[in-house]
């Protein structure tokens, strides 16, 4: 599934020099501030994870024989695609260092009620969701500092809400956030982390999270507030309405956010250089790596679904995403990782 292809490789000098609109700016004055790092490191290993769905199910004959999901094969998929991660960065790096690994969970991790203006489930801790939250919590835990022992390098954990976690708003106020599924995870998570001292955890005030990796700028956003126009399971057309809302939010909303701001004079980075950041997002089940557009979607770690089934949307094995920032050469791999069950409880061929 590897897709590293030359314009990935292609050096952020070179991005610059051409008549890019979606990095060139962004990126070159962000070169300047990332200089501290030593010139013989691997880069930043980034990891996105998104659309687990913890606690749903697919059964088999539902989709085709095409997938089966439950609680139990969503833990070994993510185990699975933690060790190939290990895996690949290890070949990848060619005897240098990363400097750290950023595992970034988009949204729709722990299943929820979808959330609709009208919606006003109730999500108490006595509940079925809650038992999964935390269960799947441990298990990330666990996941995570093997991840850090094997890597040898600090792991952050970034974090966004999705559109399922929601149980009684979208919360797009920082005063709703509690009344989330996703954020209820992260924060457990973030307890545990505090136990053992062995990764980090950085959870959005609000839908999106910024963040500033070797000089390049990424926005983290699930996605589901994208206007699609066409198919939302087609790949050219999320990637279209992509590209536009990318444009909005980075040319506009996040430039004038006032967190985002403050949160930058702290490492005295200039606020517009997220005109130029690339949107990473999942919510459609579909993977798309268009560094040089700025539009990054993650597959979805659940896989095909009986929604997709009757949608009659494209086959999807579930995925996740592996690429390394380079501060000088800036995409230098990038890799869908299926996880091997998404093969071996297929029991039909397919591409
Ligand atoms: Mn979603």
Not at 119 to 142: C, V
Not at 165 to 185: I, Q, T, V, W
Request: proline share 5%; hydrophobic share 35%; aromatic share 8%.
């Amino acid at each position: 599934m590897s897709n590293t292809t030359g314009r990935v490789k292609a050096t952020r000098a070179q991005k610059a020099a051409s008549p890019n609109p979606v990095r060139a700016s962004g990126t070159q004055k962000a070169r300047k501030a990332a200089s501290k790092k030593p010139v013989g490191t691997a880069g930043t290993l980034m990891v996105l994870i998104g659309d687990v769905h913890y606690g749903e199910r697919v059964n088999p004959s539902s989709v085709g024989e095409r997938n089966e999901y439950n609680r139990l094969i969503a833990r070994r998929r993510v185990s699975d695609v933690l060790s190939q991660v290990v895996r690949r960065a290890k070949t990848h790096a060619e005897g240098r260092k990363y400097d750290q690994c950023i595992v970034m969970l988009v949204g729709d991790i722990v299943e929820g009620g979808i959330v609709t203006p009208e919606s006003s489930l109730d999500w108490a801790p006595n509940t079925g969701w809650h038992a999964y939250m935390r269960e799947f919590g441990r298990f990330l835990d666990q996941e995570l500092r093997g991840l850090r022992i094997e890597l040898g390098i600090p792991v952050t954990v970034s974090g966004v809400v999705g559109n399922h976690g929601a149980l009684k708003y979208k919360p797009k106020r920082a005063e709703l956030l509690g009344n989330n599924s996703d954020r209820a995870l992260y924060e457990y998570l973030k307890d545990l982390a505090d136990m053992h001292q062995q990764y980090a955890v950085d959870v959005a005030e609000g839908e999106y999270l910024p963040l500033f990796v070797n000089g390049q700028p990424y926005v983290l956003v699930h996605g589901d507030t994208i206007p699609v126009r066409g198919s939302v399971f087609e790949k050219a057309s999320v990637l279209e309405s992509a590209e536009r809302f990318r444009s909005e939010l980075c040319g506009k909303t996040l430039v004038t956010d006032r967190a985002l701001k403050a949160r930058l004079e702290q490492v005295e980075v200039d606020i517009n250089v997220f005109r130029g950041a690339t949107m990473l997002f999942g919510h459609f089940h579909v993977p798309i790596d268009e560094f040089d557009r700025g539009v990054v979607c993650v597959g979805s770690l659940k896989g095909y679904d009986s929604f997709s089934q009757s949608a009659n949307a494209p086959y999807q094995p579930a995925s996740c995403k592996l690429w390394v920032d380079h501060p000088a050469d800036g995409v230098t791999l990038s890799a869908d990782l299926v996880p091997e069950d998404a093969y071996t409880t297929s029991r039909v061929r397919y591409k």
